[in-house]
């Protein structure tokens, strides 16, 4: 039990990423003081009301997203070239404390989806989050600019037992179900005349550990799914153009086959047959012809031959793993993503009402079903290695299954599998954390 909390907290901590951190910049801690739980005031500026944390393992995330940086009063010819500072931290009463996290991200005349960064902290503490902005002068230094009121600064307490926010700029709720407290905020300095002022505009979002992880196991599966959605769908329309180009090359190659233009091993009506049908001919034919039309399309500057192949098999290969005629690898992985993804939205809806037995139950589903989308994988991944090897016998349904079970399996599954093993580590720990 012990060695699973370890591992949970381990993984939490290490799931904040940032832009370039930068512990040199000139952020400087505010002088605010809050007091323990969220209760104090943030100055002139918003409180957000309570919520519940749900069940809880003791670690909250904390996200923040400076989605826009817009400039308002210009002072210099230059620039303006906007730097902002950021300090993450937890004050000096909240034991145990989180590593502080300093840095800077530029900003040039202005961003849009600007920067974001999750950070970790103690559910019965409090956690602080203070940006500023500067106008990069070069030599005349970094120039404050205004962003809240006559400040350059903005500061946002968040509460974790009370899951709740204060903040020197007003905050707008946000609907999210898998957090607990989501809002965002737009923030305007005032400065005029020779005084730098921007817009600041940004959502910061509070979770338990596992809301926070299980939202993003469910953005991940819902990107895997996605994927096999677009190998039905893309790599069709794909396939598509694919057969309008094989038409196109009619008028080119034709004439050319009619004075034997490379095709000695074809005859003309061999050749025009096998355009006519757009290539849906006996594998050995079909074969046979490709070598030249590859040769000739290597130096076509009208018609790239190669993508729009390996498309088309694509799309043929993945509709045959589709089929029960196929090895099964394929369709019990899509089942089981599916049936994960549904685990989530469950566990998401669960987890706020702090029903231990509930949430438990819903991870030892997932251990199930995350463990079948891993089995599915693995045997997908198999038999698309011995399909491109050669010693899985070639099913017949497209012009090169082999070059497409080998971009499928290095460029798709391999490293799904390595994902999914890695979730199945997480699922099955959670899970004996979360039992009685």
């Not at 620039?79 to 900003?107: H, I, Q, R, W």
């Not at 509070?206 to 790599?235: I, P, V």
Request: aromatic share 10%; with cysteine.
């Amino acid at each position: 039990m012990r060695f699973a909390s370890v591992v949970l907290a381990a993984l939490l901590l290490g799931l904040a990423v940032s832009g370039c951190q930068d512990p040199n910049s000139p952020a400087a801690r505010p002088e605010m003081m809050f007091p323990g739980g969220g209760g104090g005031g943030g100055g002139g500026g918003s409180t957000t009301p309570s919520a519940s944390v749900g069940l809880d393992i003791g670690i909250m995330v904390a996200t923040v997203r400076i989605t826009a940086i817009t400039m308002v009063n210009k002072v210099d010819w230059f620039g303006p070239y906007y730097l902002m500072t950021d300090d993450l931290y937890t004050p000096s009463y909240v034991t145990p404390a989180s590593t502080e996290v300093k840095g800077s991200f530029g900003a040039g005349g202005g961003c849009a989806n600007c920067w974001q960064y999750s950070y970790t902290f103690v559910t019965l503490g409090d956690a602080v989050m203070s940006f500023g902005l500067y106008d990069d002068q070069g030599w005349l230094g970094m120039q404050p600019v205004t962003i809240a009121g006559g400040s350059n600064n903005v500061v946002l307490l968040l509460a974790g037992r009370t899951c709740s926010i204060n903040g020197t700029v007003a905050l707008v709720k946000l609907t999210a179900a898998d957090a607990c407290a989501s809002y965002s905020f737009s923030t305007t300095g005032s400065g005029t005349g020779g005084t730098r002022s921007a817009t600041v505009q940004g959502t910061i979002t509070l979770r338990s550990g596992l809301q926070y992880q299980s939202a993003m196991r469910q953005q991940l599966y819902q990107r895997y799914t996605n994927l096999m959605g677009d190998l039905d769908f893309a790599a069709s329309i794909c396939y598509q153009r694919w057969q309008g180009e094989v038409a196109d090359m009619q008028g080119q190659l034709l004439p050319l086959i009619a004075i034997g233009f490379g095709f000695g091993s074809l005859g003309q009506g061999l050749a025009e047959g096998i355009l006519q049908n757009r290539f849906l001919v006996p594998a050995i034919e079909a074969a046979d012809f490709m070598s030249h039309v590859r040769d000739y399309a290597s130096h076509s500057v009208t018609f790239s031959a190669q993508s729009l192949f390996d498309c088309g098999d694509i799309h043929l290969l993945w509709w045959y793993l589709q089929q029960p005629v196929a090895p099964s690898g394929a369709r019990q992985l899509r089942g089981a993503v599916s049936s994960v993804l549904n685990d989530l939205r469950v566990v998401l809806t669960d987890l706020p009402t702090g029903d231990r037995s509930k949430v438990t139950a819903d991870f030892a589903t997932q251990v199930t079903d995350v463990g079948a989308a891993v089995s599915g994988d693995g045997s997908l991944v198999q038999y698309l290695q011995s399909l491109a090897s050669g010693t899985a016998p070639n099913p017949g349904v497209c012009l090169d299954c082999r070059s497409a079970a080998s971009i499928l399996v290095t460029k798709l599954f391999q490293p799904m599998y390595a994902e999914l093993a890695s979730d199945r580590g997480y699922v099955a720990s959670t899970y004996q954390l979360l039992r009685p």
